[in-house]
C-alpha cells in the first residue's frame, strides 16, 4: 500500500514523539485514532518510520522530575537543570540498571529524506477549501521540479497561472487566494521582499483592472448626471489597496524611501506579463496609491486620476440622458397611496394573450403629474 499526503503528513506531525501520545495536524491528542494509526502502521511498513527506547532519544523524553527519581533512587545528585541531570545518568549509566526508558518515533534515512522534501505539506494543513493538502502534494509530484528551493510559492503561483490561462481567474471584492497566500508567504514566512512587492504589485494590477470593469458598467460609481462620484470611487479603491499591498507599500516608501516613480517603473515591471493599461493610467494609480498609504490629502491624486477615467473608462453619459427620459415617462409610487386617492383602476384584458394591463383613471395621474411636478411626496 503507498504512502499518501495524509500519511505524510502524520508522519511530520508525529516525528520525535511517544509512542501512545500521537497527535491530529492540529495538535490534538489522537487517542488511538484509526486513521492516524493505520498511516503510522503505513509508514513503518515503508520503512519511513520507527520506534526506539534508545538512551540516546528516550532519554530526552524523560521529565526534569523523572530525571531526579531516577537519580535519586541510585543517591546521586538530583541538583541541576535538564542537560545536568541526564549527563550525571549518562556518567553513571554503569550502576543504573533497569531504566525504563519510553519508546519515541522516529526516521530511518529515507524518512529523513521524506521529511525535507515535503517539509511544504505542512503549509497545506487548513486550506480553506482552495488547495487541500492532497491538491498541493499531487502538483508536487507531477508539475513542480522537486528541487525548487520554495514549494509552497510554486504551488501558489502554478494555481494562479492554471486560473488565468484558463480564465478561471477571480478577484472577488479584493480578493484572490492565490495572490493573498503568495503576497502573506513571500513577506511573512520567507521574508522575500522582492517576491513580495512583486506579488503584491499584480495584486494591485488586477485590482484596478477589477475596478475599470466595474467603472464602465456600475451606475453608482455616477451621480445623476453622469459625473464621476469621487467619493464611491475612492472607497472602492482604498478597500482592495488597503486589503493586502498597503503593507509592502509601507516598507517601499519609509524603509526603502523609493520616489513615485521608481515605484512606478517597478510595477510596470512586475505586472509587463499581465498589464496591457496604458502607462499614464497606471501612472496616476501609483500616486494615488502612495498618498493613501502615507495618509496624506489625497484629494489632488485622485482628481488626477480621475480625469484619465474619465477618457475611456467611464459609463458614456448618452446613456445617464437615456436613463432620465426613460424615467420621465413613468412616476414611481405604491398602492397605499392609490387607495388614499380613492384611484379607479380599470383592468384590461388582451384577447390574444391574455397579458392584463392596469389603467388608472384620469383624475388620479392628474395628481400624480401635479406631486412629481412640484416634488411633493407620495
Do not use: W
Not at 482552495?130 to 502554478?158: H, P, Q, T, W
Not at 502615507?294 to 480625469?307: A, F
Request: aromatic share 12%.
Amino acid at each position: 500500500m503507498s504512502v499518501n499526503a495524509r500519511d505524510l503528513l502524520v508522519l511530520h506531525t508525529n516525528v520525535n514523539r511517544l509512542v501512545g501520545e500521537e497527535i491530529f495536524a492540529n495538535k490534538c491528542l489522537a487517542n488511538n485514532d484509526v486513521q492516524i494509526m493505520n498511516s503510522i502502521k503505513k509508514l513503518i511498513e515503508a520503512e519511513l518510520l520507527t520506534t526506539t527506547n534508545d538512551f540516546e532519544v528516550s532519554i530526552y523524553k524523560k521529565t526534569r522530575p523523572e530525571l531526579q527519581s531516577i537519580l535519586k533512587s541510585f543517591g546521586i545528585k538530583t541538583t541541576g537543570n535538564k542537560p545536568d541531570l541526564i549527563k550525571r545518568i549518562d556518567d553513571n549509566f554503569h550502576i543504573i540498571n533497569n531504566l525504563d526508558l519510553p519508546y519515541v518515533y522516529i526516521p530511518i534515512k529515507k524518512g529523513e529524506e521524506i521529511l525535507k522534501k515535503t517539509e511544504y505539506l505542512t503549509s497545506f494543513i487548513q486550506s480553506y477549501g482552495e488547495i487541500s493538502l492532497e491538491r498541493a502534494y499531487y502538483l508536487v509530484e507531477n508539475y513542480i521540479d522537486e528541487n525548487c528551493d520554495d514549494k509552497v510559492a510554486e504551488i501558489y503561483k502554478f494555481e494562479f497561472q492554471r486560473k488565468y490561462d484558463n480564465g478561471e481567474f477571480d478577484f472577488n471584492h479584493g480578493y484572490n487566494f492565490e495572490l493573498n497566500m503568495l503576497i502573506d508567504h513571500y513577506k511573512r514566512d520567507v521574508k522575500d521582499y522582492d517576491n513580495a512587492r512583486k506579488y503584491s504589485n499584480i495584486y494591485l494590477y488586477f485590482g484596478l483592472r477589477d475596478f475599470l470593469k466595474k467603472l464602465m458598467s456600475n451606475y453608482s460609481y455616477y451621480d445623476s448626471k453622469g459625473n464621476i462620484d469621487l467619493n464611491e470611487i475612492q472607497n472602492d479603491l482604498n478597500r482592495f489597496i488597503n486589503s493586502s499591498a498597503s503593507g509592502m507599500y509601507e516598507r517601499l516608501i519609509y524603509n526603502e524611501n523609493l520616489s513615485n516613480n521608481i515605484m512606478f517603473e517597478l510595477f510596470k515591471k512586475d505586472t509587463q506579463d499581465y498589464s496591457d493599461l496604458e502607462e499614464q493610467l497606471i501612472e496616476k494609480f501609483i500616486n494615488y496609491v502612495v498618498s493613501n498609504v502615507k495618509k496624506e490629502s489625497r484629494s489632488n491624486t485622485l482628481i488626477e486620476l480621475s480625469k484619465i477615467l474619465e477618457n475611456g473608462y467611464t459609463i458614456d453619459k448618452e446613456e445617464f440622458k437615456k436613463e432620465d427620459d426613460y424615467l420621465s415617462k413613468y412616476i414611481f409610487t405604491d398602492i397605499d397611496y392609490l387607495k388614499k386617492l380613492e384611484s379607479k383602476i380599470n383592468v384590461a384584458i388582451d384577447i390574444r394573450s391574455g397579458e392584463i394591463h392596469l389603467v388608472l383613471d384620469d383624475d388620479s395621474l392628474d395628481i400624480l403629474i401635479q406631486n412629481q411636478k412640484y416634488g411633493n411626496e407620495f
